[in-house]
């Protein structure tokens, strides 16, 4: 182990330790002040943050190329670690709320983040197949952080259950793709898939990778445990892994496809095609039929995994693919902060035992705290692409790059689902602007900060988006 | 600060000053929230009149430029590019003079959630103001957007009774349309490496199987904006349901907004595919005329009279624009104006009655000349200017209009006037019926209703008057004297008319 080894999983082995320390000093903070724990989880997010941020510029494999650090892996960091600093912003004031608070609430989030950054750094597939261990039992666990509620258990069981299972297709997908090609390296797999043209097995490898992969991110027709999941495990957890394992699971998906797998792209092409029309329209219409909020805000995040999966279907096309990539970055982050600050609100109108969470809760939000109300318009807007918001910007950036892949079908298909997304988002909004009620809501200083800052750099961004369109089109360089 | 400072930034983002001001003052003081509005919205139109002393009329360019690099990284070239010539000039001046006429209209009107409703009325001006500007289609699309929400919030906060389904149904329509035209801008700006639209018109050469599917997801949007039949489903529901300064607002300008955008992309971006599109809109306009005279005169609503006749009114400007000459474009545009100030009158001259009387029933009415005379003598004025009667406004437009239409080589077929021209007499009868039943004759059950609950229908007080009467004005103005009006387009319309007849004479 060369220092140059080290340096590329610095920010990774800060975190790690970080976490395992704080889970020893967790045992002398008191009970009633494990606040303490976590401005301390925050305070190793932020500085893995810095760490990171000044890598920027460096590309270095290491560890005999099982991980790498360059422009993707930096950008997915960065995100995935505001991810969690806003996971923790949000958690502080509800696990306190909800009777939840408990140190290693805040030590599983970190370890997760943890494997969802080896997951960005993964360049080999035995190290996908690690990350995702790492980063998805700590989410398990986190799912059913709310016993001996049972919903929380049974999200906890059934998020377990089915997660067992796609890993177990991510790791068949290796193992056939090993067979294929002789290696789990994804350089590797690129040499020797370009150079051998029997590619059946290759192709079935690849496709299982997929499915697992699926299941993470929740693309129809692996979706079935998200509404279940999303619902039963407390709100702040969901808002953490809704947007973290996600983000995380696309990375390493954008990561394989585009490095290892492009001499294969006419067969996945139709496939990922078909994933992304199916994720979007599924998605989209049963949202419609939603009542409770979380629900709702699954569906949606099913949803947006279809236009996320957008990005992948141009990416055997070398002229499209950056653009593509580019976009999908692009747009996980313009997903991140609109689903960071909409579940804050969710958080602020929750109550003990699942109250607050019906949709017909929200009536007369407007009127009680206007700036709630509004900040949840922004967000609702950003998810449907309307203007003044980043998910208008995100979405134009997706479609911009399936247009340029010459996939007009499915551009169809984004923007008409985009219009049925309209209708059940917009109710939202009718319902805290046109009906009258009386919400109670639950506000502390950083469930405020949270929801405030996402709703304005989700304008803000909207209108000078030219510093993240640079780092997302040249964070992508490094994979071509 | 040269940015701020530009006439047309300046113009078109000013309002937000007005919203920043309402931010700060308290929810219970509604008249200072009121006159504030009105304020910012007063000095707004005068910047436009400022921007119209400098806007050189026989100039067909685009004028008062103000072009930057607004995102040109990652493949990216989009630029905040404003820019004013004789096809916006008008509209703008419409907008910006309209604004505040809905504002003053609502000083009674609205009593529940001022600050809101005036943050939204200045926002929505500003999208309004920035589609007429904007020269940049995702800029554009982009202030295209944006006026969906605040009118989406206005209709649905301070509508009628079925206000939810009228929002929303507004909302879905008009976002299912320009979705379709988002694509198209995206092809554009990836074929043509820029998103400005001179430069795009400059550059041309656009495939011509292309073009038509290009052409028809821009009409898609404009289509369902205009609204052109069939596709006007929204439009009765939302006109109804909008409150009076929201219905103004819709039919003066959010319309146009549809027809304008025929004018400014569809026409000059695919002259070949307007030229092969031109008899199929006329033969959709014509229906449309016939249709939305038709059906407002079985209303039983009065308001739903108004909003079907702008059905109808609409095709006139759509028959004009697609005639693709220079007389019938002229009329159009013209039109445009013309429908804002009469059909807005009417809207505003509507909401004043309901207000007293909480009914929009016509068979209610009856006699109201008598009890309010000077109501009733600027309904007929208005109401004659509406159908078209030489002298006001209206008959300039629809004249010019028939006059194009009928001798268009696109359009080919001088029946679709002829027939159209119906129109204008099937106008005189639904207006004057209602105007019949409403003013004339005995007096209504209405009357007595008012009475029984308080001091009776009073006529119009001076803040009412103060309303109308700019409109009033501008009514005689154009149609006494419209040469002015036609100045500050021709220049523009011309050359967009010669740069289309290549294609017309290919096609004939």
Known sequence: ?480 | MNFFLQPLTLLTFFPLVGVLILFFIPSDRKDALRWTALGVSLVTFGISIWVLTMFNASNPDLQLVAQYDWITVAGWNIQYYLGVDGLSILLVLLTTFLTPISILSTWTAVEERVKDFMIFFLLLEVGMTGVFLAQDLFLFYIFWEFTLVPMYFLIGIWGGPRRIYAAIKFFLYTMAGSILMLLAILWLGIYGRTFAVPDLITQGNIPANVQMWLFLAFTAAFAIKVPMWPLHSWLPDAHVEAPTAGSVILAGVLLKMGTYGFLRFNIPLFPEASVQAAPWIALFATIGIIYGAAVSYAQADVKKLVAYSSVSHLGFVMLGLFALNSQGMQGAILQMVNHGLSTGALFLLVGMIYEQTHTREIKVYGGLWKITPIFGTIMLIVSLSSMGLPGLNGFVGEFAILLGAFGSLAIGNAWYAAISALGVIMAAVYILYMFQKMFLGPQGEVVDEVRRHGHGIRDLNWREIAIMVPILVLIFWIGLYPKPFFVLMAPTVDRLVASLSTAVMAMH
């Open chain 1, 1 to 480: 182990m060369t220092p140059a080894d080290f340096y590329t999983v610095l920010p990774l082995t800060l975190l790690t330790v970080w976490a395992c320390v704080l889970l020893l000093v967790d045992l002398f903070i008191p009970k009633e002040s494990k606040g303490i724990t976590a401005l301390l989880a925050a305070l190793g997010l932020a500085l893995t943050l810095g760490f990171t941020l000044s890598q920027v510029g460096r590309e270095n494999l290491g560890f005999n190329g099982m991980v790498v650090l360059d422009g993707f892996s930096i950008f997915v960091n960065a995100l995935l670690l505001v991810s969690g600093l806003l996971g923790v912003a949000l958690a502080y004031g509800y696990v306190k709320r909800m009777g939840l608070e408990r140190g290693e609430y805040y030590t599983l989030m970190l370890f997760s983040v943890t494997g969802m950054m080896l997951m960005a750094q993964a360049s080999d597939l035995i190290v996908v197949f690690l990350a995702l261990e790492l980063l998805s039992i700590p989410l398990y666990v986190l799912a059913a952080f709310a016993r001996p509620n049972v919903e929380s258990e049974e999200a906890g069981l059934k998020y377990f259950l089915l997660g067992a299972f796609s890993t177990g297709f991510v790791v068949y997908g290796i193992a056939l793709v090993f067979g294929a090609t002789g290696t789990t390296s994804i350089m590797g797999v690129f040499a020797s898939a370009s150079s051998d043209a029997s590619g059946l097995l290759l192709t079935i490898g690849a496709a299982l990778i997929l499915v697992g992969f699926g299941f993470k991110v929740a693309a129809v027709p692996f979706h079935m445990w998200t509404p279940d999941v999303y619902q039963g495990a407390p709100s702040a957890v969901t808002a953490f892994m809704s947007s973290g394992a996600k983000i995380a699971g696309f990375a390493a998906l954008l990561r394989v496809f585009a490095t290892a797998f492009p001499s294969i792209a006419t067969d996945m092409t139709d496939i990922l095609w078909a994933l992304a029309a199916l994720t979007m329209i599924l998605g989209n219409v049963i949202a419609i039929a939603q009542t409770n909020i979380k629900r709702l805000l699954a569906y949606s995040s099913i949803a947006q995994a279809g236009y996320i999966l957008m990005a992948f279907v141009p990416y055997g096309n070398p002229d499209v693919a950056p653009v593509s990539i580019a976009a999908g970055l692009f747009y996980l982050v313009s997903y991140a902060l609109t689903n960071f600050g909409a579940w804050g609100v969710v958080i602020a109108l929750e109550k003990s035992e699942g109250r607050g969470l019906e949709i017909s809760d929200y009536a007369g939000l407007a009127k009680k705290h206007p700036a709630l109300a509004a900040a949840m318009t922004v967000f609702m807007l950003s998810l449907i692409g309307l203007p003044p918001t980043l998910g208008l910007v995100g979405k134009i950036y997706l479609f911009r790059a399936v247009i340029d892949g010459g996939f007009y079908g499915l551009a169809i298909i984004g923007v008409l689902t985009s219009l049925i997304s309209a209708y059940y988002y917009l109710r939202v909004v009718v319902t805290m602007y046109m009906k009258d009620g009386e919400p109670e809501t639950e506000r502390e200083s950083f469930l405020d900060l949270t929801t405030g800052a996402t709703a304005l750099l989700t304008v803000a961004l909207s209108l000078v988006p030219q510093f993240l369109f640079a780092w997302a089109s040249s964070a992508v360089l490094g994979l071509f």
